[in-house]
């Protein structure tokens, strides 16, 4: 059961708020989320957030932000189910708040202390 405020939320009731719109979007050096929206602007706009690739590195496909601020799940199950994905690799995770600093798999090999 989900609680009511999850519920406005996710029917659309309540526009979405993310981290660029509760604490500003000025300052940031990077935010990229698996998961959700930097702000409502980038939700609305569908931004890109991040690319995928299954187990032999094919099939590459984008996956943007839905207008409710959560990621495009319903496109990962269809790319998954079309192209027999047994593993998803993230290629790149894209930065949202404006800086243009994506995170890639070059990167997160020279970075130690990424994640």
Same mark, same amino acid.
């Given at each position: @059961?989900?609680?009511?405020?999850?519920?406005?939320?996710?029917?659309?009731?309540? &526009?979405?708020?993310?981290?660029?719109?509760?604490?500003?979007?000025? +300052?940031?050096? $990077?935010? +990229?989320? &698996?998961?959700?929206? $930097?702000?409502?602007?980038?939700?609305?706009?569908?931004?890109? @957030?991040?690319?995928?690739?299954?187990? *032999?590195?094919?099939?590459?496909?984008?996956?943007? *932000?839905?207008?409710? +601020? $959560?990621?495009?799940?319903?496109?990962?199950?269809?790319?998954?189910? *079309?192209?027999?994905?047994?593993?998803?690799?993230? *290629?790149?995770?894209?930065?949202?708040? +404006?800086?243009?600093?994506?995170?890639?798999?070059?990167?997160?090999?020279?970075?130690?202390?990424?994640?």
């Amino acid at each position: @059961m989900l609680s009511p405020v999850l519920r406005t939320i996710l029917l659309g009731k309540q &526009p979405y708020q993310g981290p660029g719109d509760a604490i500003g979007s000025t +300052g940031w050096q $990077f935010w +990229g989320s &698996p998961a959700r929206a $930097f702000s409502l602007a980038y939700a609305r706009n569908r931004g890109p @957030m991040l690319d995928l690739q299954d187990q *032999a590195g094919a099939n590459p496909i984008t996956i943007n *932000a839905l207008p409710s +601020g $959560f990621i495009d799940i319903a496109t990962i199950v269809a790319w998954v189910a *079309a192209h027999t994905v047994t593993t998803i690799n993230i *290629a790149t995770l894209y930065d949202q708040s +404006g800086t243009g600093v994506n995170a890639n798999s070059r990167h997160w090999r020279r970075c130690r202390r990424c994640y």
